[in-house]
């Protein structure tokens, strides 16, 4: 059996959260029986009903099991919290039989390898972006993730960028570090040649897919709704409460013309999205970038940054990349200059990222184990 451990996964209220790990889940389900272990985080100071938390319903057709995980501010007790979720896990697991353990996230996910260890269970460390940061910015989760690589069967990542930050502080050997893609696929959208668009109030329409965070570069959406009132910008994601996300909202209410849409179901999402005329992808980092890759598939013009999975694709590919250096007025032309994708470069979207192409290579690796 695989057992697959994150802290972010879909669920009633938030469909988008880590869906990418809900997808690896269904592809290695393909090769071994997979459970889902999902880790809910809870702050001690909060006065938490664990059982009403642990019973919100997990979107899946696999098995799923809640634990709770208990966090601290600024991660400063990273043992303290390995032992208490420890505890949890052995209690959950104690006659579980198995053959591998997949570890999304370093963070808390690692809290649980001196365990895995000790009772010498196979796992792998699944790294995808924002995890990284929390190892390096704290010294005691750099020396647990240090003892974790030296017995761990290899390092996933999905993103160049991620693996080469937690090389920077992390000694990782480079036979260790297997990129694994994360799947893309239209999941149940039909997509027509016609797009019906009396839904949309603008005669233009432009898409993102992002939380309402500063690295998801949702600024330069703000900044080009106001350079063009024309265009309806639409943003597809989870607003948080931190100070940016606030101040953000209270500026895009004065803007008409830009629109925030609540995180949407996968069937949904993508017939939303085939009904806009570019998408937009203006994130300043990224680990990946799913939802640019699911609008390639979509026929969608792409208007980004070159970060993540877009650093495998070039202009001939009919991609519009933009940088820092590009002024606001010169970002406004390109988007009504858009480009066409053309057939070649959804052919390589749907042969390199395909779920197909993704469990040949976990299967190529659980064999050789």
Request: glycine share 4%; net charge positive; hydrophobic share 40%.
């Amino acid at each position: 059996m695989i057992q697959l451990i994150s802290n972010l996964y879909p669920r009633v209220g938030f469909p988008s959260s880590g869906i990418f790990v809900k997808d690896h889940a269904e592809i290695l389900n393909q090769i071994l029986p997979t459970e889902i272990v999902v880790l809910k985080t809870i702050f001690p100071r909060i006065n938490t009903n664990w059982k009403l938390y642990g019973a919100l319903p997990i979107i899946s057709d696999l098995r799923t099991q809640t634990l709770p995980f208990f966090t601290f501010p600024k991660f400063k007790t990273p043992y303290l919290s390995s032992i208490q979720l420890t505890k949890y896990y052995k209690k959950a697991f104690s006659n579980s039989q198995i053959n591998l353990a997949i570890l999304h996230f370093l963070y808390p996910s690692v809290l649980l390898t001196p365990h895995l260890i000790k009772n010498k269970t196979p796992f792998v460390l699944h790294i995808h972006g924002s995890d990284v940061d929390i190892i390096v910015s704290n010294k005691k989760l750099r020396t647990l993730t240090q003892e974790a690589v030296k017995k761990t069967q290899w390092v996933f990542y999905s993103g160049l960028e991620s693996i080469e930050r937690l090389k920077k502080v992390v000694s990782i050997p480079d036979s260790k570090c297997k990129y694994i893609p994360n799947p893309i696929f239209i999941h149940n959208a039909q997509v027509s040649q016609q797009k019906h668009k009396h839904d949309l109030k603008f005669e233009k329409n432009i898409a993102t897919v992002a939380n309402i965070v500063e690295y998801k570069g949702v600024q330069t959406i703000l900044a080009l709704a106001k350079e063009n009132p024309r265009i309806g910008f639409h943003i597809i994601g989870r607003v948080t409460s931190d100070s940016f996300a606030i101040d953000f909202i209270h500026k895009a209410n004065q803007q008409e013309n830009l629109i925030i849409h609540d995180p949407m179901e996968r069937p949904a999402l993508h017939t939303f999205l085939s009904k806009m005329d570019t998408y937009l992808h203006p994130s300043i980092k990224e680990a990946f970038g799913m939802a640019v890759c699911e609008s390639i598939l979509l026929g969608l013009p792409i208007l980004a940054r070159k970060v993540g999975v877009l650093n495998d694709f070039d202009e001939s590919e009919q991609l519009h990349f933009f940088d820092d250096s590009i002024s606001v007025s010169q970002l406004a032309s390109c988007v009504n200059s858009k480009k066409h994708i053309n057939s070649e470069t959804i052919k390589k979207v749907k042969m390199e990222y395909s779920r197909e192409a993704i469990q040949a290579v976990y299967l190529n690796l659980i064999n050789g184990l």
